[in-house]
């Protein structure tokens, strides 16, 4: 039987123990008590609680608090009590992200001590407008940023912020601002400073080629960015930059020429990701020798001769490539139009399974028909995804049984050994309880799988599947 639950350690026992007495008592006091009750509790659990705990296990169990307690609706007021957990205190490897920060008061933020992750990307969500737009004008100066590595500000981000950002974080790594039309080549040229910088995500930025071919001559550890432009690609200058490992880009159009002058500028990129038109000859990625993944989707606006010799193409590839390959990625760009989606079958998987032995990880379309996935020896993850017409925008448990696997097109999977599969996505697959349960089962075909994720089923079904791992004393997550 696949993962087997094992002995928890004493101490992780501990600290779940203890996680869940800190969790629950400020639950029910947030829940029947009031405001004044719950600001004690907060800090006596900072004082008797918190200042026993290892510290190298703080930030993480702090973050799980944090975000548990942020899950529940609850009076403004308490969310902004709960976060007095993390203030004034060292917390080494400190995160904070998403709607938690929308309910920070921006004159607190330099009592977030040893902050090593920023990211104002997802606090949007769920969060009043009022508090969102305090948010947005927020003063970075406030925020105490020495130990920095990590910033993220999707679609608000200025110049101003990355000049702060620059100027106050010196172990900076990572920078995602996508889609911020006010960060320009004055914002980027401002990370100069940062001179560990690894990541950059500029897509939907208001920076031209000059501000990246600046970037790119002097950030000498930056291993991977993402931009869109294909006026930005199409003008980069000709020197080569040998420390790019990982390339994102994602312009509409993009012509055999643009790709091999990527491809000469860029030598030893390991990671190529494309989500725009692919060309039709994609031979010059050939010349790629340390590339080690490929994730690439399909136009589906093309006509089908053209999809056909596009994948044509990229077999051509895999072909000269695949045996170097850990990670496969083939998708659309959309599924609106099922006649411009390129449909894999079963030959094409086995085509793959011929060409890239060493997969570790692989994701497909599937758009009809029966798929059985061959014996990948390495696969750890595989995460092939229901495209049809009925199912791409509404959850297909909405059909019985009977209507659902009487369709025409209806995908099905099937699957031969994979002895090292970890985690399985079944994204829009109509799968039962017994599906589930007879995967989860079976130690010959999946002795190591311990996730399935993205299953299109009934929240009942759900629990029930949890509860016949619990019986057999499975380590497994199961996920919707």
């Not at 998403?98 to 330099?110: F, T």
């Not at 497909?364 to 996935?373: C, R, Y």
């Amino acid at each position: 039987m696949p993962k087997v639950r094992q002995p928890t350690a004493l101490q992780k026992m501990a600290l779940e123990s203890i996680f869940e007495y800190v969790f629950l008592c400020c639950d029910r006091i947030s829940v029947k008590g009031s405001l004044d009750e719950l600001n004690q509790v907060i800090s006596a659990i900072k004082k008797d609680v918190i200042s026993r705990i290892p510290w190298f296990s703080v930030a993480d169990f702090l973050a799980r608090f944090l975000e548990r307690f942020f899950s529940c609706s609850r009076p403004p007021m308490h969310l902004k009590a709960a976060l007095e957990i993390v203030m004034d205190i060292e917390v080494v490897g400190l995160r904070c992200r998403g709607p938690i920060l929308a309910y920070l008061d921006p004159q607190d933020s330099r009592r977030l001590r040893r902050l090593v992750e920023l990211d104002l990307h997802r606090f949007s969500c769920g969060v009043p407008t009022s508090v969102y737009n305090v948010m947005i004008n927020l003063n970075m100066n406030n925020f105490y940023l020495n130990d920095l590595t990590s910033f993220a500000f999707n679609a608000e981000c200025t110049d101003l912020h990355l000049s702060v950002i620059a100027r106050n974080c010196p172990q900076l790594q990572e920078v995602r601002v996508p889609n911020s039309q006010e960060v320009t080549d004055q914002g980027l040229a401002t990370l100069e400073q940062c001179s560990d910088l690894r990541y950059v995500d500029v897509r939907g930025c208001g920076i031209t080629h000059s501000g990246i071919n600046r970037m790119l001559s002097v950030q000498k550890k930056l291993e991977k960015f993402t931009q869109d432009s294909l006026a930005t690609w199409s003008c980069l200058d000709l020197a080569v930059c040998p420390w790019i490992r990982y390339i994102a880009f994602h312009p509409v159009e993009f012509s055999y020429k643009d790709l091999r002058k990527i491809v000469t500028k860029f030598p030893n990129i390991s990671y190529f990701e494309m989500r725009t038109n692919i060309p039709i000859n994609v031979s010059s990625l050939k010349s790629l020798n340390k590339l080690t993944g490929l994730d690439l989707d399909f136009p589906f606006n093309d006509r089908r001769v053209r999809l056909n010799s596009i994948w044509a193409g990229i077999k051509d590839l895999l072909k000269f490539v695949g045996t170097n390959l850990t990670t496969l990625k083939l998708g659309s760009w959309d599924c609106e139009f099922l006649d411009f989606i390129n449909k894999l079958g079963q030959d094409d998987v086995d085509f793959i399974f011929n060409s890239c032995p060493n997969l570790e990880s692989l994701k497909f379309d599937h758009v009809e028909g029966l798929i059985v996935i061959p014996s990948f020896q390495k696969l750890k993850v595989l995460m092939p995804c229901v495209i049809s017409e009925d199912n791409r925008t509404e959850n297909p448990t909405r059909y019985s049984d009977e209507e659902y696997f009487g369709m025409s097109y209806h995908p099905t999977i099937e699957f031969d050994k994979l002895p090292n599969l970890e985690t399985l996505s079944l994204y829009n697959y109509r799968v039962s309880v017994r599906t589930i349960e007879s995967i989860m089962l079976d130690n010959d075909k999946f002795p190591k799988l311990s996730v399935i994720k993205n299953i299109s089923m009934k929240d009942e079904d759900l629990e029930e599947i949890r509860r016949i791992a619990r019986m057999n004393n499975l380590e497994f997550e199961i996920e919707k």
